[in-house]
């Protein structure tokens, strides 16, 4: 009975009643539809997905074949790589269940943290469970929704940790909560850590808790996840941006994350004030999650969830055939972003190395003013071979590459020979041999 959401009436009541059932019922078959063709896919192809898969991979590696847990992935970021820059919960767990379900069980801890996210959210604010509006509006949470879409696994399910926490606390768990609170912080430091932070300062302002109380379970939960925040700092992809970089990335990433615990607040806010506005709340936040639709970019996404990208196993694979391919090499590797970084998993699989961690940020991949920039780069990341496919055409790097090898140029202290050209892979091997030490 959804009677806190209907105008006076009887015909008005009887509208936005099943006006209200409609959008809940749309919402979560919408939801089935998209969670069907997520879990359809052994390996999901969207913009964060694959560097799940490679830290799972390395985790399971380890776990199974070494019986440990390992601190460093040394097989990326030139060697300086951490295991757990983020992700420790979901990936540990994913590891675990690795002999069972390969890449697979990876896309379906991404499926899992995404209903746990929306679990969590109605565990946390019981109060928009009482109207079928309310309920709809949760479930068009845009942060949920392209949290699955883009494959940002860690994130959903650290906010079930944080959503978790929140709604432990309510229930006067006070411990629980704040354990819970300092679990997902920890899991996703660089995005939730800032989320939750931000929560408990409005809650200590606004809310009704005894402010020494908050604060000192809140420290509880410091406690749990400033030393993962520590590696973020410390890992490869922050020292590889620049300040500028680091600031862009936070801001672009956390602000539309925000709306995870942003939206069922405000939600909450009118629920206990304005209950009449149960529709407008769903139609706004619609509104806001096809809104982001372009500036996130999620056409790109969507063709990955609906099969039109399929994994690239032929091409490293062809140079591992003809005896081109050496494990222990680090390659860098410029491929378009339609490969949604699956190359850079298939040569780890492979035995190789990568100059580079997965996000965009470590990558470098930009226009070099000069061959002696390009070079130190080459020496910095001790990049043993540079494999150029032709869909990649947006730095300069592949036509300096082209030209160095063709007349034997120097790039600063390293040089380059092509190794193979054969329309589909482009193979250059760096000499290092006059690198600094």
Not at 188 to 196: E, F, M, R, S, T
Not at 246 to 260: D, E, G, I, K, M
Not at 332 to 338: G, I, K, Y
Request: hydrophobic share 50%; aromatic share 12%; charged share 15%.
């Amino acid at each position: 009975m959804d009677s806190t959401e209907a105008p006076a009436g009887r015909l008005g009541t009887l509208i936005v009643r099943r006006g209200g059932r409609l959008a809940l019922g749309a919402m979560a078959v919408a939801w089935g539809i998209v969670l069907a063709l997520v879990l359809s896919r052994r390996v999901l192809l969207v913009p964060d997905s694959v560097n799940n898969n490679a830290h799972v991979w390395w985790i399971a590696r380890n776990l199974w074949h070494h019986g440990t847990l390992p601190w460093r992935m040394p097989v990326i970021g030139h060697g300086e790589a951490f295991t757990f820059p983020y992700g420790m919960v979901n990936w540990t767990s994913a590891a675990i269940v690795w002999p069972l379900l390969g890449d697979w069980g990876v896309t379906l801890w991404t499926a899992l943290g995404t209903v746990g996210c929306l679990m969590a959210t109605f565990y946390a604010f019981p109060e928009l469970r009482r109207g079928t509006w309310w309920a709809a509006a949760v479930l068009a949470n845009p942060a949920v929704w392209y949290g699955l879409l883009f494959g940002q696994q860690t994130f959903v399910w650290s906010a079930a940790l944080l959503l978790a926490g929140i709604g432990t606390w309510r229930r006067d768990r006070r411990l629980l909560g704040a354990i819970l609170v300092g679990l997902g912080q920890a899991n996703h430091p660089a995005v939730v850590l800032p989320i939750g932070f931000g929560v408990v300062v409005i809650w200590a302002i606004v809310g009704s808790e005894d402010r020494r109380r908050l604060l000192r379970y809140y420290a509880i939960s410091l406690a749990i996840s400033l030393p993962p925040a520590v590696l973020v700092f410390d890992s490869p992809v922050y020292a590889d941006s620049t300040t500028r970089d680091r600031l862009f990335n936070f801001v672009s990433t956390v602000a539309p994350r925000l709306l995870v615990i942003a939206l069922p607040l405000a939600l909450l806010v009118m629920f206990r004030r304005w209950p009449r506005v149960a529709p407008a709340a769903f139609v706004l936040a619609l509104i806001v999650t096809v809104a982001l639709w372009w500036p996130l970019g999620a056409k790109r996404t969507m063709a990955g969830v609906l099969g039109h990208r399929h994994p690239d196993n032929l091409s490293v694979a062809s140079l591992v055939r003809e005896g081109l391919f050496k494990p222990g090499a680090t390659y860098r590797v410029l491929r378009a972003p339609s490969d949604s970084k699956y190359t850079l998993y298939t040569v780890l699989r492979h035995g190789g190395r990568l100059d580079s961690e997965f996000f965009p940020e470590s990558m470098a991949h930009r226009s070099f003013r000069s061959t002696g920039e390009y070079g130190a780069l080459l020496c910095r990341r001790a990049i043993d071979f540079v494999l150029v496919y032709p869909s990649y055409n947006y730095t300069n790097e592949p036509r300096t590459l082209r030209r160095a090898a063709a007349v034997h140029t120097a790039l600063g202290d390293a040089s380059v020979t092509e190794v193979i050209n054969d329309g589909t892979n482009v193979l250059y091997h760096v000499d290092r041999r006059h690198c600094p030490a």
